[in-house]
């Protein structure tokens, strides 16, 4: 089959300290008092996170420093992010924000972090505490404002609020989005899931996975995941990206299968993970222009971004999420 790929990924997540945070929020699929998943604990040093980032700054892919864990528990975690900007790549950041304090809030800013998404997912503390694990609401809507007071008048980063729909916060919605909305660039509502499956019925036709396309997940140890971030054990990766470098990983025989597998629509005989994943919905997309919204919306999300803020929105950074064939494997 002759497939095309890209030739290097748009999106390259790094699991700086896999396996740590400093909540142990009862949904969390990984890191939940119940989780059933067995995850590898590591630290990868801050050495071979800079060969892994020298590797990359050709391609100027948009990294994110974390993997499902809490990327600011991390120890002196300017110094990585500092490192990713020194060679001029973009950065996204997905956090609880218990631990952004206001000078915390300063230096990510100071840094050039282009784009922070706070996870509340609630409204009131009582959700809050069935939710996260703790009710302390104040705390974590203080972490937002406190991004905002730091970032001024500048336009990055994007800073966001994401809520994912569940049983204990279903009523909540709406006053959160439209809290939320007088405030940040955009608010990012997610459905639940389970097992990769949401927890609402999808009706469209199932499509190739852009994940598997666009995005390397290198956990602590320089593993790469397979087939994408949602093996988060981390099971049988693809190969080692401090030992054979991304590229030759990532243009490997068995992901050249798993793409080509996918786009013929054999799902199964993809991955075992893929037959039933719907995690594949988050980037099939249709943009709904709505008086002073432009929202983004997917089985999985709609993302509510404010208008007067899309200044800030780095469209060469967000288009990394699209596949594109004008970078092909050769």
Known sequence: MNSSFPQFPKNVMIGIWDGYCNLKCPQCPVNSPDSKFKIKKGKMSY???CKILDECKPFRPRIIPHSEYEPLIVKDVGRYYRAIKDRGMPISINTNGTLITPSLASELVDIGVDSITVSIDAFFPDSLLKIRGFK???KVNGAVFNLLKAR??????????SFTRQRDNESEEK??????????????????????????????????????????????????????????????????????GLLEVWRSPVLRTIREKHLAGDYAG????????????FLSTQDIDEGDLLIRKSPFATIYNRKDRLAGWDQESMNRLNYDNAALLT
């Open 152 to 161: 001024g008048d500048s336009l990055i980063p994007r800073v966001s609020v």
């Open 136 to 138: 302390d609401i104040d």
């Open 175 to 244: 006053a959160f989005l439209d809290y939320w909305l007088q405030h940040v660039d955009f608010v990012r509502i997610a459905t639940y899931f389970d097992n990769l499956v949401l927890a609402e019925p999808i009706d469209m036709p199932r499509k190739p996975c852009k994940f598997m396309m666009d995005q390397a997940t290198i956990n602590f140890d320089g593993n790469m995941r397979s087939p994408c971030q949602a093996n988060y054990e981390g099971t049988n990766p693809v190969g080692n990206v401090l030992e054979s």
């Open 270 to 281: 993809a991955h075992p993970l893929c037959e039933k994943c719907e995690v594949w919905t």
């Open 47 to 49: 050495e071979d996170f």
